[in-house]
């Protein structure tokens, strides 16, 4: 059973039992006072002395005793006081000028409203006494210790309390806090300005600028341009203290003296510490009062050093007038230009220069690395502000009931209109002093509702039992410190809190870029997020109407500041123009083309084409495969089912551009080392009509783009060659200039039907390589295109004698230089090995013979061997599509004669009508003639394409049986004979016509 506790002293309890009384017979005695024993023996203790004999309180009889009871009298008189009572602190034992200079320094502190702890101003009390300070202004206080933070505060204080707002203008060194107490600290250095004039111009605009409420910093920058002027004038003769003397020449001096400074500020930054030119360069700037280094001229300080300064005079240009000094001013055009931001690095990336990659904010979004945040309020006050996009002050002050659900109606794609429910974030904005309403994903209304369960759970006190906050104010984040003005959670946490997070969270993991590099993880911080949601939305198609009221913005160009158009959208811009202007091979102008049109062709595109080198291709089983399918393995250029437009321009010209070098590889290679058989003379001769091909497609496309009008242009019109119905697969150069429309006088007859042959009219066909463009416009263009294929020729066979005679010097030098030296030194593309396998393979067994390496120059004459066999396969191919070709144009020919004599016989039967009969039995057995010869053609060509089938496979069996084994590797697959030396580029590829 709990001991109740005792009603009476231990003074009446001990006079009860020496009366022998019960406890009820001793209270009916009355109540009356006991006699103490006097106060506390010890000068700086106001308790009472509870025992008798020592005459000292508790504490100093427990202290006495441990003292091991010394004199009693003389120990009181040293004692010092001890603190006991929790809001109590007294000041006995400090000297009555000590006591008065606490008491000011603490009554300065609360008017400041700062918090004031009991347990921090006993520390400093004490340490005052301990130290035995008879003045604290003039005391050395340690410069950190939370013992004595207090008494430097005071310490700053006391001379605070003595200065006269009037007069402090007056000073050298400028306390801000006198001139106006709405400063929080600060001070304007003017002790290193030699000339009085500038001193007294400067003191009196700091006056005006204190009574006109500016800002602490422009005070400061005062300061700054009083000490850049006079540095300058310490140069001139007299040191310009007289302002006569310095004139309107003197002033435009400066100006040129202080340009010379930002050069130096700039060799000042890119030198290194130890570096004595650095400490040279130094002198040259304006020291720091504080010790921290030069001051330097950055372009924003530059303009800032000649603004104030021209305000300062300006101000005193009366003054000056008066002291003889008028033409010391400056002009407005004096002033230079504010310096604009650049954005090289943000138009580069394609994105603001604040918002985070993509790549990056989907690392930090992952939940693999938000798992690393301690769960609660640091991880649900980082998430959000990911999310939202928010101002850092905004996420900081939400309110716990933030979270607001909406009905909207809702239409689905089948019509139906349904009302859901979305999440909203209702915010109050310190920016534009007004509340704003953001949509949120359900995702992030989740992280919201965590928070507010949370907090329930670890402050239930702030919360009725239902849940409901005590108080309205209540904030999301509030901060956990303990205090009378968070009693109800209505204090939010510092402003550095989320930035402290933030650093120790990254700290635990690596970010990469979009390019797999370290990301420097201080370009993460709170208002990145902010433009990082902004660009997120831009790349992701919303309006800017919408994307200003998503970022709560008034004006529009606010909104532009946070985002830049993505590298996609601009080439999807580009695409979208080029869509409008096309044309065929024939020249016909094809329609304008809608963005639904534009739309299903991509559709189209995406199910019915793969992407191959400069074009798309159709053909249905390299469509099934995806590209991998492809039989004659990405040589499409005389099928029909390859399309090109203008977007492949210059992969065009680049791939004209290695099958010259090829060409010229292969023409030196058969002079050299290897011998030319009749199949490699004709698949040199296919690779020239294939560059020949590829010509006509460039000049063809370069002729069309010439022949734009300024219409045309003038609407954002950007070309497209665009594969229209050639015969064949063999393009038509020069263009006719019409809108090519399907309809009855664009109709061919068609070889493979009976009648179109004999009953229909032949249309006049054009020849192969016919132009309609003009006879000298097409002489330039062939003259051009004659030159152009020369100078190919000669800079492949340049690059080749270079890439030799690096070879050759390497043998000399005995010195082994791996690939990417070789095309280094020999000036050359850094694939142009790759693209030349002979010479690889030769610089493979240079190398293998400076290494003395026998099984090394085996393996690289097997390479070479196999580089040969390769190219024999390409050349097969090669002949393969040249035959093909020569057949069409055969039977093209043909076909034409046929049609031009029947033309002649029927109009020369008018006159002979007797012969018809005879003249038509003729025409009918050369027909027969010429469609027998075409289908033995037809059967040599399936047989020929048969046997180079069989010549590919085993020659690829060679390559494979050659190639050296590796111990203990296993053999790779015999590689595809084609010409596989890098994969087709990536680009934005136009859909054709469903004809070539």
Same mark, same amino acid.
Request: charged share 25%.
């Given at each position: ?784 295109? +004659? /030159? &152009?294929?020369? #100078?190919?020729? @000669?800079?492949? $066979? ?5 890439? =030799?005679?690096?070879? %050759? !010097? ?48 085996? +393996? /690289? &004459?097997?390479? #070479?061997?196999? @580089?040969?066999? $390769? ?5 097969? =191919?090669?002949?393969? %599509? !040249? ?48 469609? +027998? ?6 059967? @040599? ?56």
């Amino acid at each position: 059973m709990p001991r109740r506790p005792a009603a009476r002293c231990k003074s009446c309890a001990s006079e009860r039992r020496v009366l022998g009384l019960t406890v009820a017979e001793y209270l009916a005695r009355g109540r009356a006072p006991r006699p103490g024993f006097g106060k506390c023996l010890v000068r700086v203790c106001p308790r009472m002395a509870v025992v008798r004999r020592s005459r000292l309180c508790l504490p100093h009889q427990r202290q006495w005793s441990k003292a091991g009871t010394p004199d009693r009298e003389a120990w009181a008189l040293t004692a010092a006081a001890i603190y006991t009572s929790v809001d109590v602190v007294p000041l006995t034992d400090l000297a009555s000028a000590v006591v008065v200079q606490v008491l000011r320094g603490y009554e300065a502190q609360l008017r400041q409203g700062g918090r004031i702890s009991p347990a921090q101003v006993k520390s400093a009390v004490r340490w005052l006494c301990d130290h035995a300070v008879d003045h604290l202004a003039a005391a050395e206080l340690p410069p950190k210790g939370a013992t004595t933070t207090y008494l430097r505060l005071w310490q700053r204080t006391l001379p605070l309390l003595e200065a006269d707002p009037a007069t402090e203008h007056t000073r050298t060194l400028v306390r801000m806090r006198i001139l106006n107490p709405r400063y929080k600290g600060g001070s304007v250095d003017l002790r290193d300005v030699h000339a009085p004039w500038v001193t007294h111009l400067a003191q009196q605009y700091l006056l005006h600028l204190a009574a006109a409420g500016a800002s602490s910093a422009r005070l400061m920058a005062v300061g700054y341009a009083a000490r850049w002027f006079a540095m300058f004038l310490r140069t001139l003769p007299g040191e310009g203290r007289r302002p006569g003397d310095v004139g309107r020449d003197g002033v435009l001096a400066y100006l040129h003296w202080l340009t010379h400074r930002a050069p130096d500020t700039s060799d000042y930054q890119l030198l290194n510490d130890d570096d004595p030119v650095r400490q040279v360069v130094a002198e040259r700037l304006l020291p720091s009062r504080r010790g921290a280094g030069p001051l330097l001229v950055t372009p924003v300080r530059h303009y800032e050093l000649v603004k104030v300064l021209r305000e300062v005079l300006e101000h005193g240009r009366a003054w000056l007038a008066d002291n003889h000094a008028a033409d010391v001013h400056l002009l407005e055009m004096d002033v230079p230009p504010y310096p604009e931001r650049d954005d090289t690095a943000s138009e580069l990336e394609g994105r603001s220069q604040d918002a985070l990659p993509e790549q990056v904010f989907l690392q930090l979004m992952d939940e693999r690395n938000l798992a690393l945040l301690p769960a609660g309020t640091r991880r649900n006050c980082v998430e959000p502000a990911m999310r939202v996009g928010r101002r850092p002050w905004e996420l900081r002050h939400l309110e716990f009931d933030c979270l607001q659900w909406h009905d909207i109606d809702v239409e689905d794609p089948d019509g139906t209109v349904r009302r859901r429910s979305y999440p909203f974030l209702a915010y109050w904005m310190q920016k534009v002093r007004r509340r704003h309403k953001l949509p949120l994903h359900p995702s992030d209304a989740e992280v919201i509702t965590r928070q507010q369960d949370h907090l329930r759970y670890e402050a239930p006190h702030l919360f009725h039992e239902d849940g409901r906050p005590r108080s309205t104010r209540i904030l999301l984040f509030l901060t956990p410190r303990r205090s009378r003005a968070n009693a109800l959670g209505e204090r939010a946490y510092g402003s550095g809190t989320i930035g402290y997070r933030l650093q120790t969270w990254l700290d635990q993991f690596a970010v990469t870029d979009e390019h797999g590099k370290p990301f420097d993880p201080a370009r993460v911080f709170p208002y990145a997020f902010r433009h990082t949601y902004a660009q997120l939305r831009a790349d992701a198609g919303v309006p800017l109407d919408i994307l200003q009221v998503l970022m709560a913005h008034q004006d529009p160009s606010t909104t532009q500041v946070y985002y830049r158009p993505s590298h996609p959208r601009r080439a999807e811009a580009v695409r979208a123009i080029a869509a409008k202007y096309q044309f065929d091979l024939t020249g016909g102008r094809l329609r304008a083309r809608t963005p639904g049109d534009d739309l299903a062709d991509r559709i189209r595109a995406g199910v019915g084409s793969v992407h191959v080198p400069a074009g798309r291709c159709h053909e249905m089983n390299n469509v099934r495969a995806d590209r991998h399918g492809c039989p004659v393995y990405n040589r499409c250029f005389y099928f029909t089912f390859y399309t090109t437009d203008f977007a492949h321009l210059p992969e065009l010209r680049q791939l004209r551009a290695g099958k010259a070098e090829q060409l010229a590889a292969l023409e030196s290679a058969y002079g050299s080392v290897l011998t030319a058989g009749p199949l490699s003379v004709a698949n040199l001769e296919l690779l020239r009509r294939e560059i020949q091909q590829i010509d006509e497609l460039v000049g063809k496309c370069e002729a069309d783009i010439g022949s734009l009008t300024p219409r045309g242009t003038d609407h954002g019109g950007v070309l497209a060659p665009h594969p229209g119905p050639v015969p064949h697969g063999h393009p038509r150069s020069g263009g006719s200039g019409r809108t090519a429309e399907p309809g009855p006088a664009d109709r061919r007859p068609d070889p493979h039907r009976e009648d179109d042959r004999m009953t229909r009219p032949a249309a006049p066909l054009k020849q192969p390589g016919q132009a309609t463009i003009p006879a000298s416009r097409a002489e330039v263009l062939d003259a051009g295109r +004659a /030159a &152009a294929v020369q #100078r190919r020729r @000669a800079d492949s $066979e340049q690059c080749r004698q270079r890439v =030799l005679t690096v070879l %050759a !010097a390497m043998r000399k030098s005995r010195q082994a230089l791996s690939d990417a030296e070789i095309t280094r030194r020999a000036a050359v593309n850094p694939q142009y090995l790759q693209r030349h396998r002979d010479l690889e393979a030769e610089a493979e067994t240079v190398r293998a013979q400076l290494a003395q390496d026998g099984p090394r120059a085996a +393996a /690289a &004459a097997t390479a #070479r061997k196999e @580089a040969a066999l $390769e190219v024999e396969n390409r050349m097969l =191919l090669q002949q393969n %599509a !040249a035959l093909q070709r020569t057949l069409h144009e055969v039977q093209n020919e043909l076909r034409t004669l046929r049609a031009h004599e029947l033309g002649a016989h029927l109009r020369d039967g008018l006159n002979a009508r007797s012969l018809r009969d005879t003249e038509m039995e003729e025409l009918r057995e050369q027909r027969d003639t010429a469609l +027998a010869v075409s289908r033995q053609a037809e059967t @040599a060509m399936q047989a020929l394409r048969n046997v180079n089938q069989r010549l590919m496979i085993e020659n690829s069996r060679l390559i494979a049986a050659d190639a050296p084994k590796a111990p203990g590797q296993p053999q790779p697959p015999p590689s595809r004979p084609a010409l596989e030396e890098s994969p087709p580029p990536t680009s934005i590829f136009r859909e054709g016509s469903s004809r070539c």
